[in-house]
C-alpha cells in the first residue's frame, strides 16, 4: 500500500526569501568556534542570527568569528541584543545593515534585566522607525495581541514571540497566548524566540501551527550542541509534519482504539 505525499514540504517563505528549514539559530554561546560551526550544519538552518554588540567584525575583534560565519554560506538575521532603548536598537541597527549587507534585522529591546523582557513601546517606536528606513523587521516581542497588532499595523510581516524568558528553558508559558496569536494572525510568519529548552517544546509549537523556531541556548549549552542541534531539526520538522496532518482532538471520554471482537476494524457500525 503506498500513501501520498501530501505536500508535507517545510519549504516557506520568510519576508522575501524561500527557505527549506523552519529552524533558525543563533551563533553565541558555543564553547568553540568549531562546534558552533558543526552545530549549525547539524541543525539544517537556513538563517542565523550575529550580534553586532559582542561580535563586531570591525571593531571588537571578531574577524576570525566573522570569516567562520562567513563561511557556513546560510542567510544572515542580525540582532539588537543588549539594545535597552529605541534610540540604541536603531543605530545598532543601521551599524548592521552596513556591516553585514542586510536589510534584515532582528529587533530586541529589552525592558527589563532580570526577564530580559522586551520593552514595548521601545520596539513599536524602534519598528515603526526601521521600517520607514526600509529594513525587514524581526520584532522579539511577548506573546501580547494588543502589542502584536500593532507592530503588523507599523508594516512587520514576521512576529517573534516569546515563549518565556530568553535562556530560561522553560518552554512554551502560556500556550493558550500563543494560539490566539496564530489565530490572529493567519497570514504573518509567527516565529517562536526564546524560553525553548528542548526539542518537545519545539514540536509543540510547530504542532500549533507556527511557522517557525529560533534558539540558541539550548543547542549551545548543551553537554553536545551538536547532537542537540540534530534533535531540534528533528523535532522541528515532526512538529510541522504533524500540524499538516492535523492533530487529534482532545475529548473528555475514552474511546476504544481496538474494534469489536469479530469485526475488522474498518467495519462501519449501523446507526
Given at each position: 500500500m503506498t500513501i501520498a505525499n501530501n505536500n508535507t514540504s517545510s519549504t516557506w517563505q520568510l519576508a522575501d526569501t524561500v527557505i527549506n528549514s523552519r529552524l533558525l539559530i543563533g551563533t553565541a554561546l558555543y564553547p568553540s568556534i568549531a562546534i558552533m560551526k558543526q552545530a549549525i550544519i547539524a541543525s539544517q538552518a537556513e538563517v542565523i542570527t550575529v550580534s553586532i554588540r559582542r561580535q563586531n567584525p570591525v571593531t571588537l575583534g571578531g574577524n576570525?568569528?566573522?570569516?567562520?560565519?562567513?563561511?557556513?554560506?546560510?542567510?544572515?538575521?542580525?540582532?539588537?541584543?543588549?539594545?535597552?532603548?529605541?534610540?540604541?536598537?536603531?543605530?545598532?541597527?543601521?551599524?548592521?545593515?552596513?556591516?553585514?549587507?542586510?536589510?534584515?534585522?532582528?529587533?530586541?529591546?529589552?525592558?527589563?534585566?532580570?526577564?530580559?523582557?522586551?520593552?514595548?513601546?521601545?520596539?513599536?517606536?524602534?519598528?515603526?522607525?526601521?521600517?520607514?528606513?526600509?529594513?525587514?523587521?524581526?520584532?522579539?516581542c511577548t506573546d501580547d495581541l494588543i502589542l502584536c497588532e500593532k507592530l503588523v499595523q507599523a508594516g512587520c510581516r514576521i512576529l517573534m514571540p516569546w515563549a518565556s524568558p530568553i535562556g530560561s528553558g522553560k518552554g512554551l508559558l502560556n500556550p493558550y497566548a500563543l494560539q490566539n496569536l496564530r489565530r490572529a494572525f493567519p497570514s504573518v510568519n509567527l516565529i517562536v524566540d526564546a524560553g525553548i529548552g528542548k526539542p518537545s517544546h519545539a514540536a509543540q509549537a510547530l504542532e500549533m501551527g507556527y511557522d517557525g523556531l529560533l534558539l540558541n541556548t539550548a543547542v549551545a549549552r548543551s553537554a553536545n550542541p551538536v547532537m542537540m542541534a540534530n534533535a531540534f531539526r528533528q523535532a522541528v520538522s515532526a512538529g510541522h509534519l504533524a500540524a499538516k496532518a492535523g492533530l487529534m482532538v482532545e475529548q473528555e471520554s475514552g474511546s476504544p482504539s481496538t474494534p469489536v471482537v469479530g469485526k475488522p476494524f474498518w467495519h462501519q457500525a449501523d446507526n
Open positions: 576570525t568569528f566573522w570569516n567562520e560565519v562567513q563561511s557556513l554560506n546560510k542567510k544572515l538575521l542580525p540582532n539588537t541584543a543588549g539594545c535597552h532603548s529605541a534610540k540604541e536598537a536603531i543605530t545598532t541597527a543601521l551599524m548592521a545593515r552596513e556591516i553585514f549587507s542586510t536589510h534584515w534585522v532582528k529587533l530586541e529591546v529589552i525592558g527589563n534585566d532580570h526577564t530580559l523582557q522586551p520593552d514595548p513601546f521601545a520596539l513599536l517606536e524602534a519598528a515603526r522607525e526601521l521600517i520607514s528606513q526600509g529594513f525587514e523587521v524581526f520584532p522579539y
